[in-house]
């Protein structure tokens, strides 16, 4: 799986807009990007993904690049219940194990 | 069905001893997925099933762990001659055949070896 970096931490105010990057400049054609939170002491719970277009429901927005070597994980009103560890994860195709690295810890302040 | 489900949530136990966790995945879902998970990292992949075939075992799942589906349903995780190096959480996931949507995950056994 291509490898994907993101920052360590980010923090965001209430209300605001937060705005998680991800690199993934060794994608290939075929794989997609996913994203996964995972609030402390909880299981990773599934986000969003997408594979060229960019991509919203009602959790988020997933914005691809059109070369697709970097991505952006948008929380358009960032709630304090959004603060978790924020993980961007490349995958082969659907039925490819998750491989997940370290994550972004965003924390959300009033 | 509530999702998938994990026993028991917390589990202490001396070195040396054995231990056994469950998962009940969410009922439709084919494939079944072990990940550990030590503080300050991301869930490690351990082992998946899909029914009742383990397809893929990671290196980090060493001869004193086991992993059964006996019937395509729930999934025991057993570590033998536990070590202090074997405490962290263990999460269970299950997805559809496709996967289309993504793991859901179980909220995980959190082991401390003693």
């Known amino acids: 799986d291509a490898k994907t970096t993101q920052p360590t931490s980010m923090d965001c105010a209430e209300g605001r807009a937060a705005n998680l990057p991800c690199n993934h400049s060794t994608i290939s054609g075929n794989e997609y990007v996913y994203w996964y939170r995972q609030i402390h002491s909880q299981g990773p719970q599934y986000i969003i993904h997408g594979l060229k277009n960019n991509e919203t429901n009602e959790m988020a927005s997933l914005i691809i690049t059109e070369d697709r070597k970097s991505s952006t994980l948008i929380l358009p009103h960032a709630t304090l219940r959004d603060t978790a560890v924020y993980y961007c994860?490349?995958?082969?195709?659907?039925?490819?194990?998750?491989?997940f690295g370290t994550g972004t810890r965003l924390q959300v302040f009033p | 069905d509530t999702g998938v489900s994990q026993d028991p949530r917390h589990k202490i136990t001396k070195r040396g001893q054995n231990v056994t966790f469950r998962c009940d995945p969410i009922?439709?879902?084919?494939?079944l997925y072990w990940y550990r998970q030590t503080l300050g990292q991301g869930p490690e992949f351990l082992t998946y099933f899909q029914n009742e075939a383990q397809l893929e075992k990671s290196r980090l799942l060493s001869d004193r762990f086991s992993a059964e589906r006996p019937k395509g349903s729930f999934s025991t995780l057993e570590i033998q001659r536990t070590e202090q190096g074997d405490s962290a959480m263990y999460l269970c996931?299950?997805?559809?055949?496709?996967?289309?949507?993504?793991?859901?995950f179980g909220s995980g056994t959190r082991l401390t070896v003693v």
């Open positions: 996931a299950s997805s559809s055949l496709d996967g289309s949507y993504g793991y859901t």
């Open positions: 994860i490349v995958r082969v195709d659907h039925t490819d194990k998750l491989i």
């Open positions: 009922s439709e879902h084919n494939r």
